[in-house]
């Protein structure tokens, strides 16, 4: 497996090295030559000093031989770039782009990128595991497509609490999944009669959200 | 007509003010509000300090439906995010984005994107007033397909399929 990282910041440092020790073909890709060369006086002659973000430097790295290119540098508009540029000029089968605002996901996904890790998103996700709040929590993004794996706490007042998880209407393109309760997990089934304090996990698309707020949450009070 | 350009330099100033004279609705964004000194006394648009490339600062800027969507600043990536920002999320009707590399500009221009390139535009402007052929060399690429996004043929090798419908 060849993969080609853009970016020589501590993310693709240690992500190149990981690489490395595994036993993959890596490339490095970091602009600043100072940097670049600091990283290759450790990890060797992988380190290419150019712009990832240039056709002509991609080209010469290997982008067009590349499995996968992972664009993590700080800038969430030049992984953008790097992603598209591979993507649709070098034809790289697999891209994977670090974004920092986590508004910009939907952008890069409906953009072609094929998978976009938001650090924010995860460290956010966590917060609100904390924080008991009316809402749904994001528990994880699915690597393919749009899906999310999403937590719903049945608080005092939600309109599931009484009635079999089987019979609660999900929307299309959603799927509930379990319920954890006490602390274990409970696969669905029609005897499994939905409680307060019951976690409910779900499958499903964003657009989803909203209806499975109603069936879980009840009407929002934000 | 309503026109936004992201980056108040000296062609995204000059051009604001000369849409604003033209009768065009003209809202401007620079991350520096410094930027704005290159505005005449006479400009009749917004001003607004923001980061253009940030779908709600624009939304908030109100540069939704523009008709004419122009990103100008000193990077081509942020232009190139902004210009898809501004065609995927924000309706605007038509959009150039400054990319001085001309071989992404030349690939954007294969995804839609119209691509104002000043490495060419001053290479051929040179090469003529020396009376040398300037080859082909646009100083903008129009593009060459709609805008597209992930319906673009996915490589040979088999990338992830999209799941969006």
């Known amino acids: 497996m060849f993969v080609l990282v853009v970016g020589g910041g501590k993310v693709g440092y240690y992500l190149t090295k990981e690489l490395i020790e595994s036993g993959h073909e890596v490339a490095l890709m970091e602009k600043d030559r100072v940097r670049a060369g600091q990283i290759a006086d450790e990890i060797g002659s992988v380190v290419i000093s150019h712009d990832g973000c240039e056709g002509k430097y991609l080209h010469e790295a290997g982008a067009n031989r590349a499995d996968i290119v992972a664009a993590v540098t700080g800038d969430d508009e030049d992984n953008l770039v790097i992603c598209q540029m591979a993507k649709h000029h070098f034809d790289v089968p697999r891209t994977i782009a670090r974004v920092n605002n986590p508004k910009n996901e939907s952008l890069f996904r409906h953009l072609g990128v094929d998978e976009i890790i938001s650090p924010t998103r995860m460290i956010l996700g966590s917060i609100e595991q904390d924080i008991p709040v009316h809402e749904l929590l994001h528990l994880a993004a699915l690597g393919v497509g749009e899906l999310e794996i999403i937590e719903a706490r049945l608080q005092p007042g939600s309109p599931a609490i009484g009635r079999s998880a089987l019979d609660l209407t999900v929307p299309d393109g959603c799927s509930l999944f379990g319920v954890i309760r006490d602390g274990k997990p409970t696969p669905l089934s029609a005897g499994t009669v939905l409680a307060e304090g019951d976690k409910v996990i779900a499958i499903g698309r964003p657009d989803c959200e909203p209806a499975l707020r109603d069936q879980l949450i009840g009407e929002s009070e934000a | ?165």
């Not at chain 2, 005449?40 to 439906?65: N, Q």
């Not at chain 2, 122009?70 to 898809?84: F, H, I, K, P, Y």
């Not at chain 2, 590399?101 to 040179?126: F, K, Q, W």
């Not at chain 2, 090469?127 to 690429?141: C, E, F, H, K, S």
């Open chain 2, 1 to 165: 007509m309503k026109a936004v350009i992201v980056g108040c330099g000296r062609v995204g100033a000059g051009l604001a003010d000369e849409l604003d004279r033209a009768g065009w609705q003209v809202l401007i964004l620079d991350t520096s509000t410094a930027a704005f000194d290159r505005l005449p006394s006479t400009f009749r648009g917004t001003a607004l300090r923001g980061d253009g490339t940030d779908e709600d600062t624009l939304r908030r800027a109100g540069a939704e439906d523009a008709d004419l969507f122009l990103s100008l600043t000193e990077g081509d990536n942020r232009n190139v995010m902004a210009a898809q920002l501004a065609i995927e999320a924000l309706g605007a009707r038509r959009t150039v984005a400054k990319i001085n590399d001309p071989v992404r500009a030349e690939a954007y221009a294969h995804l839609g994107i119209a691509a104002l390139c000043r490495t060419n535009l001053m290479t051929s402007a040179v090469l003529g007033l020396v009376g040398q052929a300037t080859g082909d060399r646009p100083g903008i690429y129009t593009p060459v397909v709609e805008h597209t996004h992930v319906d673009v043929p996915a490589s040979p090798a088999g990338g992830t399929p999209s799941t969006e419908a």
